[in-house]
């Protein structure tokens, strides 16, 4: 390589790459080429079968979500039950208790007036 080149030598080189380039970029197949064709059916293919997997994908991602949101629906309905059932068992609890009011009430007084009783009797 000399480093006496001159501005025509340089040109010229600079021409015979763009030829180049140009040869090159011709030399490609086209598009009507049954190679490019084949590839750029294989490309369509890849890219089907990825649009198909991302699909898949999704739907499992919200079968899952749908199936999440049945079993937290479930568990919600059986802490309502649950609740209820507890508040059915204090509400039972305060009835008895009610109803056992008066007994108690009625073994107190007749306790209340023996202790009373038997403390007059004694003096």
């Given at each position: 390589?000399?480093?006496?080149?001159?501005?025509?030598?340089?040109?010229?080189?600079?021409?015979?790459?763009?030829l180049?380039?140009?040869?090159?970029?011709?030399?490609?197949?086209?598009?009507?080429?049954?190679?490019?064709?084949q590839?750029?059916?294989?490309?369509?293919?890849?890219?089907?079968?990825?649009?198909?997997?991302?699909?898949?994908?999704?739907?499992?991602?919200?079968?899952?979500?749908?199936?999440?949101?049945?079993?937290?629906?479930?568990?919600?309905?059986?802490?309502?039950l649950?609740?209820?059932?507890?508040?059915?068992?204090?509400?039972?609890?305060?009835?008895?208790?009610?109803?056992?009011?008066?007994?108690?009430?009625?073994?107190?007084?007749?306790?209340?007036?023996?202790?009373?009783?038997?403390?007059?009797?004694?003096?």
């Open positions: 390589m000399t480093y006496n080149r001159n501005y025509t030598d340089r040109q010229t080189d600079s021409a015979n790459a763009k180049a380039l140009l040869a090159r970029f011709k030399a490609r197949p086209g598009t009507d080429d049954p190679l490019m064709q590839r750029r059916a294989e490309r369509l293919a890849v890219a089907e079968a990825r649009a198909a997997r991302e699909q898949a994908r999704l739907e499992a991602k919200r079968e899952a979500e749908r199936l999440l949101a049945a079993a937290a629906a479930e568990r919600e309905a059986q802490e309502r649950a609740e209820l059932a507890r508040e059915e068992e204090r509400l039972a609890d305060l009835a008895r208790a009610e109803a056992e009011r008066p007994r108690k009430v009625l073994l107190e007084a007749v306790h209340y007036a023996q202790l009373r009783g038997a403390g007059s009797r004694r003096r």
